[in-house]
């Protein structure tokens, strides 16, 4: 697959947070999760990405050009969806689209109203009366009025009841259906991505841990539950947790392939993407 985005070397430094030399690439025709507890630098990365904080050093490249230096050109080709909203409370859905449409040379009248039927959307509602769940379908359709072809969304679910954020997801892979299309979602609710990454990326104070394929992380970790004895100096370093009783240990592994080589016996478990964030970020916890 083709390279649609690449973040080389990306730092910025605040007073109290920093971003440490970024690196990661998006793939064209990809979902890709960006996934971190709150505070970890997604929105600062995204943010930076955008332009909206200005970066200290790196290079962010879109389908081959330096965002930077073609920014009118490339940013039409890019749907944004933020968590903290850019609306103006008192417009209206129609007087807030006349403001964000002219931006876009590529802005399809035709398309925005099919999402606004779709939504259930009325273009003289003032958006001060809308839920948060309509706010971002609204903000969903101004982002894919566009012919984007890279939508980055953070933290788009966050405080949305179950029902919504499944329309959400559907939305999102019907978005997918298109050729050439990609999707860069943070989330801290990794249960939004079971059903719809490809790829994920978990980011940490500000480093990224992890840039892989959802389900090759799914078959390399597990969790394991077992009999004390099985442990030892070498079988303790083949988890990323542990957690130790005075009746058996459970712990989360990167490589349940060697565990199966070397500890028998052990009842064996599939984690959740959430389980492998936490014990990834939590390194090495062995606790009694």
């Known amino acids: 697959m083709d390279t649609i985005l690449e973040v080389s070397d990306l730092s910025k430094s605040f007073a109290n947070f920093n971003l440490n030399h970024v690196n990661f690439s998006l793939k064209e025709g990809c979902i890709t999760g960006f996934i971190g507890i709150n505070g970890s ?29 073609h920014e009118r050109e ?3 080709r890019i749907g944004v969806v933020l968590d903290d909203g850019y609306f103006y409370e008192e417009m209206t859905l129609k007087e807030m689209k006349s403001v964000i449409a002219p931006a876009y040379t590529n802005w399809d009248d035709a398309i925005f109203q099919s999402y606004m039927n779709k939504f259930k959307l009325q273009v003289n509602q003032k ?16 982002a894919l009025s566009h012919h ?18 499944s329309e959400l997801m559907d939305i999102l892979l ?9 999707v ?22 500000g480093n990224i841990l ?24 070498q079988t303790r370093k083949l988890f990323l947790t542990l957690r130790e009783t005075t009746y058996g240990f459970e712990g989360i592994t990167h490589d349940i392939h060697i565990v199966r080589q070397h500890m028998k016996d052990v009842v064996i478990e599939k984690p959740t993407i959430e389980q492998i964030m936490l014990a990834h970020i939590g390194g090495h916890q062995h606790v009694n």
């Open 174 to 182: 019907d978005f997918m259906k298109e050729e050439g299309k990609s």
């Open 41 to 69: 630098g997604k929105t600062t990365t995204i943010k930076t990405i955008l332009g909206l904080i200005l970066k200290d050093t790196g290079s962010i490249t879109f389908l081959g050009k330096e965002l930077a230096d």
């Open 74 to 76: 490339l940013k039409n």
């Open 148 to 165: 984007a072809d890279l939508l980055i969304m953070d933290e788009p679910t966050s405080g949305l009841d179950p029902l919504v954020r």
């Open 127 to 142: 958006i001060s009366t809308l839920s948060k769940g309509m706010r971002m379908k609204y903000a969903i359709a101004l």
């Open 184 to 205: 860069f979602f943070s989330t801290h609710i990794t249960s939004d991505l079971d059903r719809i990454a490809d790829m994920l990326i978990l980011i940490d104070k």
């Open 210 to 233: 992890f840039n892989e394929e959802k389900d090759q992380l799914l078959e390399t970790h597990a969790i394991v539950k077992g009999d004390t004895r099985l442990l030892n100096e």
